[in-house]
């Protein structure tokens, strides 16, 4: 963690991971009987600086692009616009070796934990061969190394003679965490590290994801769906809808101030920590637009309650607002004057498309 030079916050330092600009299309290929198919553009001009030591989540419904923008940063995906910076260093367009051991940095936690790992193969060996391929050659060294690092998510160091199925989904996502961290990371993209997991064993998890960060000096990336954890574990929060950052500020801020219309909708549904708000069901009405689709203006205008018909006549950029996070609304000056919970209205966009 490197402190700022000039406030001493030592989560203000210069950014492990920047994104600039980064924009992603997907497909745009011949589909069924030869009818092009329109690319997705399934990330949008994201610009994104991860401070080290920091947790900053990302949230949004499903098919926003969290994964397309984890797995671009991660060099899986390439980006169509824009640069990624990893340590200041820009690794887009760098030649695949350079690439491959610039990202070496970052590692990925999957979606499906047991996918990282090999029916056939114990854990022992599955972990011993990331190690090998990173280079530890001597064989001692690996199963010391392994040993050492199951202790630390939390499991016993015989679990090395076990196989996946042998494990229950909660210590399947300790052997996930397990495989990655020993390469020795800096930033983990933690792509809902507990879906699919029952509330108690959920609570072990991110204690555990708690205690790993300080004890390895990492940085998380957050990808999840489930409100209640992102305001427990973040310091910063993106809300993403369509590809795009729509707010972006520190967690305390967000959950506090609300501004953006979809944040507010999103949360206002969300249980909490604190017990201030019941939980209920989305309040984010129909379905998103097609992502294939590029729209003018507002991309959230048809489901939007604020919307008014100048929201379709530019995009919305993200602005620094009176509560001090980032937004991309029109009217977001209006929309923070409103009360805690928005309720959905039929919004003009709505009508618009009926
Ligand atoms: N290989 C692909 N080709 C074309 N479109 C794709 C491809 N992969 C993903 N998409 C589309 O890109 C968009 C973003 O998908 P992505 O998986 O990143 O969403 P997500 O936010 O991670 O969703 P979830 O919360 O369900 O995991 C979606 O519209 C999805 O259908
Ligand atoms: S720009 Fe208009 S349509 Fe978009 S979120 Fe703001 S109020 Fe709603
Ligand atoms: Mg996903």
């Known amino acids: 963690m490197r402190p700022d030079p000039k406030t001493g916050d030592p989560k203000a330092g210069d950014p492990i991971l920047a994104l600039r600009d980064v924009s992603v299309r997907l497909g745009g290929r011949k589909g069924f009987l030869q009818r092009t198919l329109l690319p997705v553009q399934a990330v949008k001009q994201v610009s994104l600086d991860l401070r080290g030591g920091e947790i900053l989540s990302l949230v949004g419904e499903s098919g926003c692009g969290k994964t397309t923008l984890g797995r671009t940063i991660l060099g899986l995906q390439r980006e169509s616009e824009g640069e990624i910076l990893l340590e200041g260093r820009r690794v887009s367009g760098l030649a695949p070796e350079a690439a491959r051991r ?32 990173h280079g530890v050659r001597n064989v001692s060294e690996r199963r010391d190394r392994v040993a050492a690092m199951l202790q630390a998510v939390g499991l016993d160091p015989t679990s090395a003679r076990r196989y996946p199925h042998e494990f229950s989904g909660g210590q399947l996502r300790r052997l996930a965490l397990a495989r990655i961290l020993l390469l020795r990371p800096r930033v983990l993209i933690l792509d809902e590290p507990t879906s699919g997991l029952d509330m108690s064993v959920q609570a072990t998890v991110l204690n555990l994801l708690l205690e790993l960060r300080e004890r390895f000096s990492l940085t998380y990336l957050f990808i999840s769906h489930d ?3 992102v305001e427990r574990l973040s310091d910063r929060v993106a809300i993403m809808y369509l590809g ?9 801020t967000v959950f506090a101030h609300p501004t953006h219309p979809y944040t507010r909708t999103l949360l206002a549904a969300a249980p909490r920590l604190t017990g201030r708000r019941a939980a209920g069901p989305s309040l984010v009405r129909g379905d998103p637009p097609n992502p294939r689709l590029v729209v003018p203006g507002c991309s959230f205008f048809d489901r939007c309650p604020m919307a008014r018909p100048a929201c379709q006549e530019a995009t919305p950029q993200l602005q620094t607002v009176a509560t001090g996070q980032d937004v991309a609304c029109l009217r977001a000056d ?10 959905q209205t039929a919004s003009i966009g709505a009508k618009r498309r009926a």
């Open 102 to 133: 610039a990202r070496n940095i970052v590692q990925y936690s999957h979606q499906d934990a047991g996918a990282a790992l090999d029916p056939w193969w114990s854990i022992g060996r599955t972990l011993e061969e990331g190690l090998k391929i």
């Open 227 to 229: 409100l209640s954890v």
């Open 244 to 252: 795009r950052i729509v707010e972006l500020g520190t967690a305390k």
């Open 334 to 343: 209006v929309v923070a004057q409103q009360g805690p919970i928005l309720e």
